[in-house]
């Protein structure tokens, strides 16, 4: 069965709003075996909706509209809906009195607009929304002959979501043939996307039937597997086969294979070993801490570090001697290290991290370009030095920094 | 004039990619005056493209095609609106030369899909693309009566904005009747939405003629003002004339009257009165340095800062008295004002900040629930501190504090 997911509201039509409800949905969507293949977004235009209800339900099984049901003379799925498929609305007056009551409730005398929340489609089913004032639709029926499921969401996410949860995925269950779809992320840090394609494509081209999407970002590449069988087991037994021969050829440069990001390889890892780190930055600014403690618990393996953009901090919280800045420069091998080495000394750490580079757009030199950041890793094994040039801008080349950084210490806890 | 994009590829009907070109272009056409009415995400389909482009035809006077015009069979932009224009593709010697040329440079052979990409639709004007290989096409015609503009851009998203700026804009310059827009987007931190709305919605709901938009994100208030007129002067004196309405209303709550983050505006400040900062911190774990380095040249202002998630390091590089994390826990007033004033002390900035609370979603007690933060701002006429109760997840409550501490920051130098 094909879906085709209409957002509705002008303001997803100007350059500061973006249609994210459709990505959830196409998600969920996908776990029931349905794709979609159209997505539209149509501004609060009464014509322009009805056309684009009556052009889906000409091309879709399945259809569905987030947004456009509140309370404002904006607000015109129902009608646009109610004209494309010549269904009357009908204002429900048990709604109707829960929609007054809710007003009732918070002191507020409810405004005449809101009525037009209690408008139902003829031969829609209500469904309740707990968090919002108004309820979702669902139509089922056949029209010009062909069998069509219709519903009507609120716009705001977690209406949407707990709506699309509750009310809508049993009852498309229960007229979808049962599907079975298993899926597998893997992910791997720090490899050009030519190179992993180069090595894994002829692998995943022999397996016609999983589905491989390769996403790649600054530092991280993503392999997504999805298979479709008759059966789970079946399903289950083709990506699980697939994803093992990818991981025969790619070994550990896979860090996690159920979606995890790399800061929670880095986080369980620690945890196993019974491991603390700290940091100290300078060219990231914060950005591996942020990183790291973006987890809750993660208190439990990090202790802290510093932000050592001045030369002074870094001897004042990093124990960097003044005479290697002085001899090497900020941005070398030598200070990363001392970096790495004197964070750890300082929070007795069983790891420290230094990072100074150029994150630029200014201040790269010739011998030391936009882009040159050296990430040191210290522990009681020694102490280790990567030098990069990192491509892209500020915000990629710190981002490719700390996701180095992430790596150097999956790799050291393997 | 109104305008409608076509975004084409089965990965923009994946949970894991979003178009984003059309936020870029309904940007460039708005400064052109015109309208975006449709968005439409369309698959690697020829039949769903043709009626997608058919429909385009008929309601729209700008069509904009992005994507699908690479070398594999999947790419079907070309093919589709010959169809749905009745246009035959023919193949430009010239351009098949060059391509051919494009890949012996590299010392490759070019593979016989490519030669597709030299295929222009009859009537088209080829738009030559510098960054890669399939050039976009440019077609102005009658179709049923109706003056149509289309194009036909590349998807990435580098290669469209290039054409788009360099190729399409002069010739719609051309043929767009002379529009003048102003804008002005109005700023504001830690202020709720409905507050602002209530003081603000009284005056702009006033000039009809100008636009107004409001975005709320985690402590920030965005206005969006936008007025059309016959000349730039008139345009820019009705918007200049609101946002000074708006401004006398909101005082010094607005930071920012055009664009600029937050952050930019604490750097501007810090310049001016030649002062710096570091920053001590413990549930944000980083954000704030990481924030305020984001921009380039922070090091002019922004010394350095300790992330010190543990008791000890808030000791070790806050100057944090043990016997007051002891009495007060270290989720307080006095130890978020003590990391201010310790962090201020061991950087020798003219502001220290201290950040301390419950970032969740585990580690809330009944005391202190999960979102409570206190902010302390250290300078040299006292410190003061802010105790908060942020909603939403970890990732919000964080934003939040940091926004504050921004906030604060800014305050004081006014």
């Not at 300082?346 to 030391?368: D, F, N």
Request: contains cysteine; aromatic residues 6%; charged residues 25%.
């Amino acid at each position: 069965m094909n879906a085709e997911i209409i957002a509705v509201g002008s303001e997803l039509l100007t350059p500061h709003r973006q249609d994210t409800n459709s990505l959830y949905l196409t998600e969920k969507l996908n776990d029931l075996g349905v794709e979609v293949r159209f997505k539209c977004i149509v501004g609060d235009d009464l014509e322009g909706l009805t056309a684009a209800a009556k052009l889906a339900m000409r091309r879709s099984d399945i259809i569905i509209f987030s947004g456009g049901l509140g309370p404002t003379e904006d607000d015109l799925t129902r009608e646009a809906v109610a004209e494309a498929l010549g269904l009357k609305l009908q204002r429900e007056t048990q709604l109707l009195a829960k929609l007054e009551e809710r007003f009732a409730k918070r002191g507020m005398k409810m405004s005449a607009n809101n009525a037009k929340q209690a408008d139902i489609l003829t031969s829609a089913a209500m469904l309740p929304n707990s968090l919002g004032t108004a309820p979702g639709q669902w139509i089922a029926g056949k029209y010009d002959g062909q069998e069509r499921l219709l519903m009507l969401l609120p716009g705001p996410p977690y209406e949407l979501k707990a709506l699309f949860e509750n009310e809508c995925i049993p009852r498309l269950r229960a007229r979808i043939p049962a599907q079975y779809i298993a899926t597998r992320t893997l992910k791997m840090a720090m490899m050009p996307e030519s190179q992993v394609d180069a090595r894994v494509a002829p692998i995943y081209k022999t397996y016609t039937d999983v589905e491989t999407t390769i996403l790649a970002g600054a530092g991280e590449i993503q392999l997504h597997l999805r298979c479709r069988k008759d059966s789970q087991t079946d399903a289950e037994a083709r990506v699980e086969e697939l994803a093992g021969k990818i991981e025969d050829e790619m070994g550990d440069a896979i860090f996690s294979r159920k979606g995890e990001t790399i800061e929670q390889i880095v986080s369980y890892l620690l945890q196993m070993r019974g491991m603390t780190l700290a940091t100290a930055e300078s060219c990231t600014g914060g950005l591996l801490a942020e990183r790291i403690t973006s987890l809750s618990g993660s208190s439990r393996y990090f202790l802290g570090g510093a932000v050592v953009y001045s030369n002074e901090l870094k001897t004042q919280f990093a124990n960097v001697p003044k005479a290697l800045i002085n001899q090497h420069g900020a941005v070398s091998r030598e200070v990363a290290a001392s970096m790495a080495e004197g964070i750890r000394k300082r929070c007795l750490s069983s790891y420290g991290v230094g990072i100074t580079g150029v994150a630029g757009p200014t201040g790269g030199t010739e011998q030391k370009p936009v882009g040159l950041v050296y990430i040191a890793l210290a522990g009681e094994e020694g102490t280790q030095v990567v030098e990069r040039n990192f491509p892209g801008d500020r915000k990629r080349i710190r981002q490719f920094a700390t996701q180095q950084a992430l790596e150097m210490i999956r790799r050291a806890l393997l």
